[in-house]
C-alpha cells in the first residue's frame, strides 16, 4: 500500500510495540526454529547501505562513525554492523555502555567477533562522566543507536541520559543518527 506524497509513491508500515515485537522475534526463533544469532547478524547487516548513504550525506562525510551499544540483544545487532563496517575499511568505533559480561550470548559472541578482528571499540561504565559525549558528536559522521531497542520500559537515568541528551542536541545541530530499533530518546524520561 501506498500514498501519493509529493509526487512520490511511498511505502505504508504497521508500527508495533515492544511487547508485540518481542513476540515476533520469540515467534521467529521457536516456531520457525531461525536462531537468534542468525537474525541479530540479519538485523546488523541491513543498517549497513542506511549507515552508508547517512554517512554520505553528513558535512562530516569524511569522520568516523560512532556504533553506540547497551547490553542488550539491540547492542547486539550494533555489534554486527560494526563488524561489517570494519570489513568495509570505513572509519568507525563501537562504544559500549556497560559491562561486557553483560551482554547475552548472541550479542557476547558479536563482541568477541569484533575484539578478535581488532575493530577500534571501548567500554563505558553507565556511571561513567569520562567521555565528553558533545565534544565526541562534533568529530562523528553518524551516530548508530543501538542501545535500549525494545527491552527498556523504565525511564532513562544517569550515563544513558546523559549519552541521549548529547546525542539529541548533536541530532538537532545537524548529526546523521540512525537508530537500530525505537530510536532510544522515544522512552518515558523524554
Known amino acids: 500500500a501506498g500514498s501519493a506524497l509529493s509526487g512520490k509513491q511511498t511505502e ?24 537468534g544469532e542468525l537474525l541479530m547478524e540479519s538485523a546488523g547487516r ?13 558535512v562530516r562525510s569524511q569522520a568516523t562513525i560512532r556504533i553506540l551499544c547497551g547490553t542488550g540483544n539491540n547492542g547486539g545487532d550494533g555489534l554486527v554492523l560494526a ?3 570494519f570489513a568495509e575499511g570505513v572509519a568507525s568505533e563501537t562504544i559500549l555502555m556497560g559491562e561486557v559480561t553483560s551482554l547475552p550470548r548472541d550479542a557476547a559472541a558479536n563482541w568477541a567477533r569484533l575484539q578478535r578482528l581488532g575493530a577500534p571499540s571501548r567500554v563505558v561504565a553507565l556511571d561513567s562522566r569520562e567521555i565528553d559525549w558533545q565534544e565526541l558528536f562534533t568529530e562523528t559522521s553518524v551516530a548508530v543507536d543501538a542501545l ?10 544517569g550515563g544513558f541520559a546523559r549519552l541521549i541528551e548529547s546525542l539529541c542536541r ?18 518515558p524520561s523524554h
Open 170 to 187: 548533536s541530532r538537532r545541530e545537524g548529526l546523521r543518527v540512525l537508530a537500530a530499533d525505537i530510536p532510544s530518546w522515544l522512552r
Open 148 to 157: 535500549l531497542g525494545i527491552g527498556l520500559e523504565r525511564a532513562i537515568e
Open 12 to 35: 505504508c508500515w504497521t508500527l508495533v510495540t515492544g511487547p508485540e515485537m518481542r513476540a515476533l522475534e520469540e515467534r521467529t526463533i521457536e516456531a520457525r526454529g531461525i536462531p
Open 83 to 85: 563488524r561489517h563496517l
Open 46 to 58: 541491513a543498517l549497513l547501505p542506511s549507515v552508508l548513504a547517512l554517512r554520505a550525506s553528513s
